[in-house]
């Protein structure tokens, strides 16, 4: 790629979206857009394939927060006609750019963003590739060994990616000599992962959560209630009698572990009341309202509302 591609290049455009388009957003644009023209569905289409390689480039730079700010910086420099593409040796043309780089050259910004690509003379490595990938939670927090059919340039290939345990939703994950053929080699192959929620299990860092329902019953007089966990056996943890909903019961050690790094399970009570009563439970519930008539859950409440 020439350096004059390098900042000629609109890459908000490339992905269909405008330049001030949340992470969340460039998102969801270049998903839809990958899984459109995808060399799996395009069925050797070269003209597509070209398309998609500039999709996952203009991603690979937006997706990016640091990369992102510099290719703006540089792209609203070119605009306004700052620099010109280089012309026989080589260097950017124009006027002093270091008030506006920080007293660097404008060409290191390029050199950032491509890796030198267009800078620098000789054989160049082949273009990285991205493709996607939906794993479940659990193999997620587990880890997992993904197995890809993948066809770039009309060749196909098989890919085997391990994926290490405790990844999180939209992480990358880098498949070396796996992209495109170039002079030098092969580029890399980059997956984006998307984590399918779990019913029960949620995350926060490192913990695992999750809420568990117990009875008015096992909250007013205590209980040892077994917890499934992420891994398949139960945890047994103890309720104290008077457990109100919402309260936090801490398992340590059954969390998420990501390197030397060991979280914990977080277990949120949630205290069910139920809908109908009868019969003998209808009678003993009226005794019992009976009986705590002096015990007045509210008054400290009202009292603070009207202080």
């Known amino acids: 790629m020439a350096a004059k591609d390098l900042y000629e290049k609109d890459f908000y455009k490339v992905l269909g979206v ?23 569905k395009t069925q050797g289409d070269s003209a597509l394939e070209e398309k998609f390689k500039a999709v996952s480039e203009a991603y690979d730079i937006l997706s990016d927060a640091k990369k992102r700010a510099e290719y703006d910086e540089a792209r609203s420099l070119f605009e306004r006609g700052g620099f010109r593409a280089p012309t026989g040796g080589g260097n950017f043309q124009g006027g002093d750019f270091s008030d506006i780089f920080g007293g660097g050259n404008p060409q290191d910004i390029f050199a950032n963003l491509f890796g030198g690509a267009g800078m620098r003379r000789g054989p160049r490595k082949g273009q990285d590739l991205q493709t996607e990938s939906t794993i479940s939670f659990k193999e997620a927090i587990f880890g997992t060994t993904l197995e890809l059919n993948l066809s770039s340039g009309g060749k196909k290939q098989n890919i085997t990616a391990r994926v290490p345990a405790g990844v999180n939703d939209g992480a990358k994950i880098r498949v070396k000599g796996k992209g495109a053929e170039g002079e030098a080699g092969p580029g890399d192959l980059f997956i984006l992962l998307t984590v399918k929620p779990h019913p029960i299990f949620s995350r926060k860092g490192e913990n695992l959560l999750l809420t568990l329902p117990v009875t008015f019953v096992e909250a007013t007089l205590g209980a040892d209630i077994k917890v499934p966990t992420l891994a398949g056996d139960d945890v ?8 109100p909903s919402g309260r936090v019961l801490r398992v340590k050690g059954r969390g998420i572990t990501k390197g030397a790094t060991v979280g914990d399970l977080l277990v949120t009570i949630d205290v069910q009341v139920p809908r109908r009563v009868e019969g003998e439970a209808l009678e003993a519930l009226k005794k019992f309202d009976e009986l705590t008539k002096d015990h007045d859950v509210r008054s400290e409440f009202i009292a603070k509302a009207k202080a």
Request: charged residues 40%; positive net charge; glycine residues 4%.
């Open 18 to 40: 405008d330049k001030k388009a949340t992470p969340d957003e460039i998102k969801k644009k270049y998903r839809s857009l990958a899984r459109d023209l995808h060399p799996d």
């Open 236 to 243: 047994t943890v103890r309720l104290a009698a008077g457990t």
